[in-house]
T-cell receptor, first 110, second 112 residues
């Protein structure tokens, strides 16, 4: 099983829609998780940190399910500017580093 | 506040030429430093990380090397570039523990 797996998408949704992405991870000892956003040809930028069961920031909600080893990202009231690739990030097994998922591409359409 | 500087932003180099990419962090001390690479349309691959001066951990066997001559300086090098070295190189830092990574703007390398 890969350390972290994401559905690559793309998810094509209309403006105003609610969309959710899931990410599964293999290291059951992981304590911290992150969602990053990456725009085309740009560096990834931190969107949310998840240290316990979940986190909410405006239209964005991240949830952690330790029993099933997955984290999710929910985006409500999608905006055109939300179009990007969303990267799920978990601690690297045995290393002081983070492992990035391959990303889920979101395209919000007018 | 902390900032990370990475340069150059773009680079076109012929096969067989050397490479040196530099990254510096300001506003923090003893950061963990990282080099990642992203091939076109792919995910981020961890290349090297460092938890202190002179301490380098290599993740992938290749013709690249990294050095950390100063606390907040991280350098990625190659003696002879290959076509397969093309990609988007990202330097990042963290304070360690459960902290997230913060990335520089990246260097887009094209080997011709």
């Amino acid at each position: 099983r890969k350390e972290v797996e994401q559905d690559p998408g793309p998810f094509n949704v209309p403006e105003g829609a609610t969309v959710a992405f899931n990410c599964t991870y293999s290291n059951s000892a992981s304590q911290s998780f992150f969602w990053y956003r990456q725009d085309c040809r740009k560096e990834p930028k931190l969107l949310m940190s998840v240290y316990s069961s979940g986190n909410e920031d405006g239209r964005f909600t991240a949830q952690l399910n330790r029993a099933s080893q997955y984290i999710s990202l929910l985006i409500r009231d999608s905006k055109l500017s939300d179009s990007a690739t969303y990267l799920c990030v978990v601690p690297h097994t045995g290393r002081r580093a983070l492992t990035f998922g391959s990303g889920t591409r979101l395209q919000v359409q007018p | 506040s902390q900032t990370i500087h990475q340069w150059p932003a773009t680079l076109v180099q012929p096969v067989g030429s050397p490479l040196s990419l530099e990254c510096t962090v300001e506003g923090t001390s003893n950061p963990n430093l990282y080099w990642y690479r992203q091939a076109a349309g792919r995910g981020l691959q961890l290349l090297f990380y460092s938890v202190g001066i002179g301490q380098i951990s290599s993740e992938v066997p290749q013709n690249l090397s990294a050095s950390r001559p100063q606390d907040r300086q991280f350098i990625l090098s190659s003696k002879k570039l290959l076509l397969s070295d093309s990609g988007f190189y990202l330097c990042a830092w963290t304070t360690g523990g459960n902290s997230p990574l913060h990335f520089g703007n990246g260097t887009r390398l094209t080997v011709t």
